[in-house]
T-cell receptor, first 114, second 113 residues
Framework: AQTVTQSQPEMSVQEAETVTLSCTYDTSESNYYLFWYKQPPSRQMILVIRQEAYKQQNATENRFSVNFQKAAKSFSLKISDSQLGDTAMYFCAFAASGTYKYIFGTGTRLKVLA | GAGVSQTPSNKVTEKGKYVELRCDPISGHTALYWYRQSLGQGPEFLIYFQGTGAADDSGLPNDRFFAVRPEGSVSTLKIQRTERGDSAVYLC???????????FGQGTRLTVV
């Protein structure tokens, strides 16, 4: 069975600074995807960034980038130039290729301070 | 539609009652998922449909929970004899057949009193 672990329940960062959220996972699958989702108080899950496990290059989306360490089963999210609108819950998720059934971590509550 | 729509947005019901939660996926998306998110937790998988059939229902907690998708579009999650422990946000997501990204609705917050 797959598991996803987020060990930081809460984090805070000053506006314009950089913050890194941690995520580790466990799986025996060879083909899979990893995701970071943002969930503001509206409850809407918004995809932040996605990484295909077969790609060695780390994914990047504007201010968001990941550090994907496949051997260590680690998938951290770096947010650069943090903005007040980044305040939200962040969930790391794993999905095996085929079903794309998501396994989520318990989340990290990020607060960006003005 | 433009996005995944879930109705109602909020539902309060009495213990022991029956409830139905509806999900309207993005048009053309063949895969549909239901998740349950308890307070302070990440979403937990309940059931996955590919077209009209349930491809994986391993996350349904017990036989009080049932879901259907009769025409391969709209899905309904049905909960019988509700219990206070069923209180949670129920999220629906859909995905196109050739895609890896799931699109989520805003969820239904179910409160059992």
């Amino acid at each position: 069975a797959q598991t996803v672990t987020q060990s930081q329940p809460e984090m805070s960062v000053q506006e314009a600074e950089t913050v890194t959220l941690s995520c580790t996972y466990d799986t025996s699958e060879s083909n899979y995807y990893l995701f970071w989702y943002k969930q503001p108080p509206s409850r809407q899950m918004i995809l932040v960034i996605r990484q295909e496990a077969y790609k060695q290059q780390n994914a990047t989306e504007n201010r968001f980038s990941v550090n994907f360490q496949k051997a260590a089963k680690s998938f951290s999210l770096k947010i650069s130039d943090s903005q007040l609108g980044d305040t939200a819950m962040y969930f790391c998720a794993f999905a095996a290729s085929g079903t794309y059934k998501y396994i989520f971590g318990t989340g990290t509550r990020l607060k960006v301070l003005a | 539609g433009a996005g995944v729509s879930q109705t109602p947005s909020n539902k309060v019901t009495e213990k022991g009652k029956y409830v139905e939660l509806r999900c309207d996926p993005i048009s053309g998306h063949t895969a549909l998922y239901w998740y349950r998110q308890s307070l302070g937790q990440g979403p937990e998988f309940l059931i996955y449909f590919q077209g009209t059939g349930a491809a994986d229902d391993s996350g349904l907690p017990n036989d009080r929970f049932f879901a259907v998708r009769p025409e391969g579009s709209v899905s309904t999650l049905k909960i019988q004899r509700t219990e206070r422990g069923d209180s949670a946000v129920y999220l629906c997501a859909s995905r196109p057949s050739a895609g890896t990204k799931a699109f989520f609705g805003q969820g239904t917050r179910l409160t059992v009193v």
